[in-house]
């Protein structure tokens, strides 16, 4: 049922054009996949999201399974028809959560800026899996590669994710080494399953791990290429500034094998997204679209910036009598009918309409840069959507 | 421009459908009016209000005045325009919030439910009218009636209220009779403004006063009868009960001049306004279905309840496997798509979009009220409509 087809390969760099075929449509690639943490994208009905020219959206396996249960998801019929979103859907695996959440520090761990001081929840980690205690109800849970996927076929999204360790940025070598190792054998265990048990619709994407270290990089690349997943995922620390990351994601990208579909995880700012691409990445996800939506940060073009580094922010008292829309090149339902004053309005107000429509205007943007980007790369010039998106 | 022409008087009671001519469009009464206090219905789209059938939202003058300000409104060619919702709109004086806030307690006061202990924001109230602290910065502000006519003015709503004060319940008859005749005073001066500075597009409406005192209504109603006001909006204290509250709705409505139309404010229970309609009320307006649905709460039929006095909660677990829509009967967006347990799932999860679906499930489902009254008086059978809607 899944297929992964190139369309057109970039002789600039390993950008490319493709098309990911799955059982509720098609993924025009690159793409970006807005986060649907627990089964709806914060403050957005599907209807929305679907005008916003969305193709794909993820859901969170670990908070799905604690709330409402996947027994329920799989009872109404699968995330699709729970969540009444019919195109193409994608769960992570659960590792990221279990192991971030449960280090104490969410995301801030991984990426290196340390703890929060969080109530840590995971209790004990082992070759068979991870021992946690429910953030819902304080249940003890174990989470194995078994369980994942048991999970994540209940959910029945079209594109799911291997059980991983992902390790913080401060461990040292020899336990991301000793991880990745049993993460690539966590990995075998998810292919047997779903080939066991899966309906056949479902893509596993297997994760690289390995860290900031180049070696395990290249190992566990490798490894995973030797594997029978539709596609791979590259996951764990990605090091603690851009530079690093960008590194990682282009040594272990240039590793894969090149007929396989790519998902950068958790990555979503707009340079970052043009230079994943030139790295050959296929999708990418992050929260922040949606999330700087509630804050009241509207992502634009270069051109209606004012130094904000990518975004405008519409608490700004400087919107306040301005008549204009958010963007006057978005074609969006809140640039057509809407102006920076009202939205600037409601966010003082603290009316959550002002998130939703935010998050509408950031989704179609996200959409639009991922079309730009697309177009652009059919006509092999780049460097002319980097140019209206990010300036130099 | 405005004008209210009567289709149907019964035979049995006062009830008749209506017609409301505005410059943004006609309302079919009875109807039900539909809360935007700030500028918007909480986490509702217009685009969703147009759906779900709403003829007419209002929105509060005292908000709206504090922020964003009525030159801001102005500026962007009024709340038309600044909200994009293209139909009727009604903006209440500021009176109600402005005395009810001040008083402490918001409605509880004027419902008779006493103090709340919240800070008083009325400083002093006069003959010329009323000084308060904005609850948003703490600014003094004197609100008088030339004053609330020129924001209902810069708002531009279609149907705009007299400024008055209301009383509330706990205060004796001779404070009640003195408030009463100022805002026989007040109300001409409002009739004056906008006579004056009115572009001839917004019917005003005299507010009935005198609290629980029958003689008291009985005069403020002859009063306001001899003004040209383009209708009456019952207000002021109701009484404690809710039959009291019928009472004091049948008596007045009865004195008032049949040939204009009248609101009757704050109330939006089922059954009053299934006795408002057969005391000749043409439109209601109340808080409760938007707010009752960001708790979770979907207005149904009769035959949907389960002894949940009007409504079902959806936050009650026996909805977590339930995959019935919110309402079988119901055409709205949200039974259309999704089930009770993905609603109680987005509770439990404390997701908006709950809050979201809900209030376009319980604003569709007022629109549909409406809808079979209007039906069921045409066909001069309200009984039925009774029937299905609250039992006997």
Not at 71 to 96: C, Q, R, V, Y
Not at 253 to 280: A, K, M, P, T
Not at 347 to 376: F, W, Y
Request: aromatic content about 8%; glycine content about 10%.
């Amino acid at each position: 049922m899944f297929k992964f087809e190139t369309l057109f390969r970039s002789d600039r760099s390993r950008a490319r054009l493709g098309r990911v075929h799955t059982a509720h449509g098609v993924i025009e690639t690159p793409a970006f996949i807005f986060c649907g943490t627990k089964a709806n994208v914060k403050g957005i009905t599907v209807d929305q999201l679907e005008a916003a020219g969305t193709q794909i959206i993820l859901s969170n396996t670990y908070h799905l399974m604690l709330q409402p249960g996947s027994e329920t998801i799989k009872s109404a019929g699968g995330l699709h028809k729970f969540t009444g979103w019919n195109k193409p859907m994608f769960t992570d695996s659960g590792g990221f959560q279990v192991f971030s959440l449960g280090y104490g520090g969410v995301a801030s761990e991984i990426k290196g800026s340390g703890q929060r001081g969080k109530k840590r929840t995971l209790l004990k980690i082992t070759d068979d899996g991870a021992i946690f205690r429910s953030y819902v109800d304080g249940q003890l849970i174990t989470l194995t590669p078994e369980r994942s996927m048991q999970v994540q076929m209940d959910l029945g999204a079209d594109i799911i994710v291997a059980f991983d360790e992902c390790t913080p940025y401060h461990t040292n070598k020899f336990y991301t080494a000793t991880a990745m190792e049993k993460n690539q054998c966590w990995g075998k265990r998810c292919l047997n399953i779903l080939k066991e048990y899966g309906n056949g619709s479902q893509a596993l994407l297997g994760v690289i791990h390995g860290g900031v270290y180049e070696d395990l990089r290249y190992e566990s690349a490798m490894a995973a290429n030797n594997e029978a997943y539709d596609g791979f995922a590259i996951g764990g620390s990605l090091g603690k500034t851009r530079r690093e990351m960008w590194e990682i994601v282009n040594m272990t990208s240039s590793w894969l094998d090149r007929s396989r579909y790519v998902h950068l995880l958790g990555i979503g700012g707009i340079e970052d997204i043009f230079h994943g691409v030139q790295c050959g990445i296929d999708t990418f996800d992050c929260v922040a679209p949606t999330r700087m939506a509630r804050h009241g940060a509207a992502i634009v073009k270069r051109k209606e910036l004012r130094g904000d580094n990518g975004r405008i922010n519409l608490n700004n008292t400087a919107f306040r009598g301005d008549m204009d829309p958010v963007s006057s090149d978005c074609d969006c339902y809140t640039c057509k009918n809407f102006t920076r004053a009202y939205i600037h309005h409601l966010l003082k107000a603290k009316e959550i309409l002002a998130g939703t429509l935010l998050s509408i205007h950031n989704i179609r943007t996200m959409n639009q840069l991922m079309e730009d980007i697309r177009n652009s790369l059919a006509a092999d010039n780049i460097a002319a959507a980097i140019a209206e998106w990010c300036g130099e």
